[in-house]
């Protein structure tokens, strides 16, 4: 279980630190096994007295939550980061909870939200990598969703016309 924790936190730390590289459109997943650790870790730590390790334990579930396959987990780490965002004043920390959110939203779907957090953890660190990745991904996703809704319409249209010159050749 240490061992499992212990390979999140090297993740997220060599993900946040600008080490890791990806393609645009490839970010870590997260399975349940390492989500289940992670709680439990925060179990623990909130045991105890340590305010520092309780929120590493936040911010470790939190990044497994945001990288689950499952949309309930992801819901769940941006509800869990949302919370926490607005009264963070590290400038680190709030780099990386905006891009967590980012990250969800990104995953959840919601493009134009993920775009907004992306950019506000631009402005917070202008030269990190992997917000700059973030934002290269979730732009390509906007204009491909838009190429193909324009795809759609005109493809909706054209069989419109197309009824409509069919009624009127007939009438």
């Given at each position: 279980m240490e061992a499992t924790i212990g390979?999140?936190?090297?993740?997220v730390s060599t993900f946040f630190s600008g080490v890791a590289s990806g393609s645009s459109d490839e970010f870590p997943l997260c399975d349940t096994d390492i989500i289940s650790g992670c709680e439990k870790e925060?179990?623990?730590a909130q045991k105890g007295q340590d305010e520092g390790f309780k929120k590493e334990s936040i911010m470790r579930l939190s990044w497994a939550l945001v990288h689950s396959k499952m949309p309930a987990?992801?819901?769940r780490g941006i509800a869990m980061l949302e919370g926490s965002v607005v009264s963070d004043t590290s400038p680190v920390t709030l780099r990386e909870k905006l891009y967590l959110l980012a990250i969800g939203y990104y995953r959840s779907g919601d493009f134009s939200r993920s775009r907004d957090y992306i950019e506000r953890c631009l402005e917070v660190e202008p030269e990190w990598?992997?917000?700059q990745t973030l934002k290269t991904a979730i732009e390509d996703r906007i204009v491909k969703d838009g190429v193909i809704g324009v795809g759609i319409a005109v493809t909706a249209v054209g069989i419109v016309a197309g009824i409509a010159a069919a009624l009127v050749r007939r009438g």
């Open positions: 390979k999140v936190f090297d993740s925060l179990a623990e987990d992801i819901q990598r992997q917000a």
